[in-house]
């Protein structure tokens, strides 16, 4: 059963070949968006790697922040959860949903960033669906490969790893803080920039590069304890050194100029960062310090995983937001 | 940025692990849905084949319809890619965003279905993600694998084909406009197993049977003549010999009896039948034959891949409606 609406005047053809057919023209397998699905192709010896995320209007972005910035939303979700299995970005499907809002003019700037992001990840699109709804809904699956023992998981860390965060936590939060609620003390020249870390967030691959040396990794997505907590997974507990939590300069200022309005837990307690979570034996420290800096990634040690379960401060105070962020409760 | 309600009593985490972890509990690949990702293992010398379908509230289905219908219709849509790629089904994700109206019996009843859709089509979920939004809509992404040489496409066929087609067509419209609009005459006992040709429809599984005789294939989604015409890929014409088109005997009893209300070419211009239509060279004939048989699939010669562009009918009148359903126009 499908609707028919005759004020409608985007076909789905129509806007699979002018907006989405130069997403796979000519690749491997992907049949040119002619066939309803598509072959992948990885090396010999490599397992290929799966994972999935869906986007939703007023859930995970706000139905008049620009195309672009979904496009972004949509690719770092999916790039920092195989970044996390220690697997490379090779391919993705695309399922999108438009309600009646959605003209040609958003799909070209939707699928235009789609373009510079494929460019940038080097990764193209297999095919996908182009169905109607009341709000926009966006699923992408990601394809990568890893070699099987380099396969990533959450909750295979060790005790006494060291814990690591790759780039800074919290410039995300202060950007959804200005657009949903701008009464911060803010240099006025920040404003955009903060803005920009929320809207646009980056995922950090460098999953791929260091999964020989990681134990267990996860994104931030959820929060940092959240987050933290899945990976210890019930059986060990981690000392966190607070003030080596990796925060940026302007962050600092808005933390300085905004005590009543914002503290650090706060922020901590806040996801889409999209830096890397993970632990790895101490042996690997310099090791992981060389390959951070050769890929130009911030790197901070925060702490290490320890018996006594729970996540706790420097001085074994235990730390009591450990929750993850849940969508539903 | 992710809205919360109190309101809400199932939590994400709740619901994977009460109702989606068993779907793929211990499976090879699958981290048990503690990690955001799976890996895909395929046998040596097959390709990955991959296909992605999203079905929508009040689009593909009513939302007060039986939550096992909606189960039934998304692995029916996306088994039936893969089958019209000669692929055999094995794996699939699961995108589902659900509305306030969502209970922990509609999530029961639905996953409970996917549970025996499972065993029946020997496949298990390698992940997914659960998110809210307005209206139900679920995406599956089903994964299946095939030689390289086997593989389907919707454009190669050639001149002189035969064009098949599995099982009848246009039990389903029927179901459907039983359920909207309930004025056809009709026997009683009859309406439920219409009704139920409609919510459960079935795919036709013979792709990765006889792939190896096939030269191009889709399956019937969006009407019969709608689907010859994308194979016939502006190339070719056909020629269909009408009294052909299988229908099913209770399905002819209604043409009879409401001529006015009711005609053969609606019934064609409708999809969701998930039937396998494909063209083959004549000297498979037999061969089709025999294999259809042993897999219990009724299959039908319904005409010929000829020179002149169109869909014709047999004495070579030219049947019009030859432009596929589009969800948007």
């Known amino acids: 059963m499908k609707k028919t609406s005759s004020k409608q005047i985007l076909s789905e053809k129509n806007i699979i070949d002018k907006y989405f057919k130069r997403l796979n023209f000519k690749k491997l397998g992907t049949y040119n968006f002619d066939n309803d699905g598509a072959y992948i192709n990885v090396p010999k010896n490599y397992k290929t790697v799966v994972t999935t995320d869906t986007i939703v209007e007023n859930v ?19 790039l920092s959860d195989l970044s996390s299995m220690g697997s490379l970005q090779k391919f993705y499907t695309l399922n999108i949903s438009i309600s009646s809002k959605i003209n040609s003019s958003w799909l070209k700037k939707f699928t235009n960033k789609l373009c510079k992001l ?3 990840y080097k990764i193209y699109l297999l095919g996908g669906d182009i169905s109607k709804s009341k709000e926009i809904s966006i699923t992408a699956t990601f394809f990568g490969y890893a070699k099987l023992k380099n396969i990533l998981s959450q909750n295979k860390c ?4 060291d814990i690591w965060i790759t780039g800074n936590l919290g410039n995300s939060y202060i950007g959804y803080r200005l657009l949903t609620n701008p009464n911060l003390k803010i240099d006025q020249e920040k404003i955009y920039s903060f803005k920009k870390d929320y809207l646009y967030p980056s995922p950090c691959m460098f999953g791929y590069v260091a999964s020989k040396f990681i134990n267990s990794a996860i994104d931030v997505s959820d929060g940092l304890f959240g987050d933290l907590n899945k990976i210890l997974n019930k059986k060990y507990g981690a000392k966190i050194i607070k003030k080596s939590i990796p925060i940026s300069s302007k962050l600092k200022k808005i933390l300085m100029n905004n005590k009543s309005l914002i503290n ?3 922020i901590l307690g806040w996801g889409d960062d999209y830096e890397l979570l993970f632990t790895s034996k ?9 390959l951070s800096k050769k890929n130009n990634i911030k790197l901070s040690k925060i702490g290490s995983i320890i018996n006594k379960k729970g996540i706790f401060d420097d001085s074994l105070k235990l730390i009591k937001n450990i929750n993850s962020f849940d969508h539903f409760c």
């Open 282 to 290: 101490k042996k690997y420290r310099y090791k992981l310090i060389s």
């Open 158 to 161: 060790q005790l006494g790893d």
């Open 264 to 266: 650090f837990e706060e």
């Open 118 to 120: 494929q460019k940038k």
């Open 60 to 78: 995970d972005f706000f139905s008049a922040d620009p195309p672009e910035s979904i496009a972004q939303k949509i690719f770092c979700v999916n």
